[in-house]
């Protein structure tokens, strides 16, 4: 797959969910992706990624753009919205399909689980078994029955080099199989419209959580049957942990940036406590948002999880 050519300007983005308000995991992935834009001088676009209609809460785009500004990051441009214009999807979609790309799938989630046999499993980790393949000579779709759009995902490995996690492959056929790229409700699904909306951006630098490492084969397989160049390079940082070794959540205590704020923690004790996790200081120290980035070094990130514990908490909300 051809990459950017490394002329083309260097183009970043931060692309916050708008799904719940930003936590300390999320505020480092983007500390790492701002100071990586400001060393490298690449152009950062604010992206907030609002298509997941039912997951998205009223007012949590406003909460990490405040979140963001408080903690010293910037970027280039108005922020964008996904919902802001929903035709660049609806072409691809159109594309993928006169392509023969992809099909129609009104299946629900418990026909996928029932037909792979797998009767525990939750909906993403089976593989899809094919079951409206149009190959495999599924029951007639009425044109009025609601389906969701799958793509048609060939054999074989889909592998990439990432910047920092370094070599991947992916099996996206024997794992995933077929993939949604629209919704049954008719909205681009994710794997899609990451891909139009960066190769819109002219995105060449992608950092974001390792958690999307197989989501990038996803959408390297997307990005290549609409005939696109995908970003030039990826860089998936490991996720930041609670002291169970599982993913920072609810129950390991209000992290979020908002909670801290509230509490009259300064934006520094988070910025100095997060670059300490980044290797970059061999204690928690208290840094602008500015000597992040002076002090920011890849070779420095520590390559295995990150993983924030009540000292750190407590470090945090000290304050003298
Ligand atoms: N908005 C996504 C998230 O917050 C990130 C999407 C991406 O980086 O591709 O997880």
Redesign the pocket.
């Known amino acids: 797959m051809p990459n950017a050519p490394l002329s083309t300007p260097a183009v970043t983005?931060l692309?916050?969910?708008p799904?719940g308000a930003l936590h300390l995991g999320?505020a480092r992935t983007f500390l790492i992706n701002w100071a990586h834009a400001r060393q490298t001088g690449a152009r950062i676009q604010l992206?907030i990624?609002d298509l997941d209609g039912p997951r998205v809460k009223a007012g949590a785009d406003r909460g990490a753009v405040d979140d963001l500004a408080w903690l010293g990051l910037d970027w280039d441009g108005p922020p964008v919205r996904q919902t802001d214009d929903l035709t660049p999807y609806t072409k691809a979609l159109g594309r993928l399909k006169h392509a023969n790309a992809t099909y129609r799938c009104p299946a629900t989630r418990r026909e996928v689980i029932a037909a792979a046999a797998a009767p525990h499993a939750g909906a993403h980790d089976v593989r899809y078994p094919g079951l409206y393949r149009p190959e495999n000579h599924p029951p007639p779709i009425a044109p009025d029955t609601p389906a969701a759009v799958r793509l048609r995902v060939g054999p074989g490995p889909v592998a990439f080099t990432d910047g920092f996690a370094g070599p991947q492959s992916f099996n996206v056929n024997a794992t995933v199989g077929d993939f949604l790229v629209a919704t049954k409700a008719g909205l681009p699904a994710?794997q899609l419209a990451?891909v139009v909306d960066?190769h819109r951006a002219r995105v060449t630098d992608?950092?974001?959580?390792d958690?999307?490492l197989p989501?990038t084969a996803r959408?390297l397989l997307v990005a290549r049957a609409l005939g696109l160049a995908p970003p030039a390079r990826y860089f998936h940082v490991p996720l930041v942990l609670g002291p169970d070794g599982h993913r920072l959540a609810k129950r390991h205590g209000d992290t979020r940036v908002a909670a801290y704020r509230a509490a009259g923690v300064a934006a520094e004790r988070i910025v100095g406590l997060l670059a300490h996790t980044c290797g970059l200081a061999d204690r928690p120290v208290v840094w602008s948002a500015a000597d992040f980035r002076d002090a920011f070094d890849w070779k420095r990130l520590p390559p295995s999880p990150c993983t924030l514990t009540p000292e750190h908490d407590a470090w945090l909300r000290q304050t003298s």
């Open positions: 983005r692309a916050p969910s799904t999320n992206r990624d994710y990451v960066d992608v950092i974001r959580g958690d999307l989501s959408q």
